[in-house]
Every structure is written in structure tokens, then in C-alpha cells.
């Protein structure tokens, strides 16, 4: 299994931006598909971007155009570039890693390991 630690969280006015960063020890990072998730307060945890092996990357609705996900194989890290925060972006932002695929993995079930969450707070 693959341990993973977000890291970037924190607090931001509304039209602002954050990056948020997760690092993945353990396994092969580069085969993983990687995957931002979110809880917003008294609301279920949900996929928000996912990113494949091949770099292949899928977006929800609401944060496409938005945010930018992104990998560093090298350096067994994922990122979540965040442009243009909302006030319903403030979550706990979950990093999760599921196994290699060529397809879309968009559930939650799909992933395998899942970090400790990070706090993001929009508010003016």
C-alpha cells in the first residue's frame, strides 16, 4: 500500500488560489491513478480530479477550469492547483491513489489509499 500526506491547505479569500500537494511513499507511484477528493461540511467525501498513468485527467463540474491537477513522478507527488476559490471550496481535500487503468476511476470504492486530509477555508 502507498502512505500518503497532504500538505498546502490553509485559508484563502474568495477569488483567491492555493496549491495543495500530497506525497506518496510506498509502491509504484508512476503506475497509480491519482485522485483529489473533497468533504465540504455535512456533505459526502467526492471525487473532484483524477489524474492516470498516462496523465490522462478528468474534472468535476464544479472545479473544471478551475483547478489544475498534476504529477511528479519523479518525486512520487500529486498536485492541485486551486484558481478562483469559492466559498463552497472550503473542505477537507483528500489526496487517494487506485491502481493503474486506462480508463476513468471516479468513485470513491476505485481508490485503494486515501491521506489524512487537509483543511481549505474560503472565506472573505
Known amino acids: 500500500q502507498v502512505q500518503l500526506v497532504e500538505s498546502g491547505g490553509g485559508l484563502a479569500q474568495p477569488g483567491g488560489s492555493l496549491k495543495l500537494s500530497c506525497a506518496a511513499s510506498?509502491?509504484?507511484?508512476?503506475?497509480?491513478?491519482m485522485a483529489w477528493a473533497r468533504r465540504a461540511p455535512g456533505k459526502e467525501r467526492l471525487i473532484i480530479a483524477t489524474?492516470?498513468?498516462?496523465?490522462?485527467?478528468t474534472y468535476t463540474k464544479p472545479v473544471a477550469n478551475r483547478f489544475t491537477i498534476s504529477r511528479d513522478n519523479a518525486n512520487s507527488k500529486v498536485f492541485l492547483q486551486m484558481n478562483n476559490l469559492k466559498l463552497e471550496d472550503t473542505a477537507v481535500y483528500y489526496c487517494?491513489?487506485?491502481?493503474?487503468?486506462?480508463?476513468?476511476?471516479?468513485?470513491?470504492?476505485?481508490?485503494?489509499?486515501w491521506g489524512q486530509g487537509t483543511q481549505v477555508t474560503v472565506s472573505s
Open positions: 487517494a491513489a487506485g491502481p493503474k487503468t486506462n480508463g476513468v476511476l471516479s468513485e470513491e470504492s476505485d481508490f485503494h489509499s
Open positions: 510506498g509502491g509504484s507511484f508512476g503506475d497509480y491513478t
Open positions: 489524474i492516470n498513468w498516462f496523465d490522462g485527467m
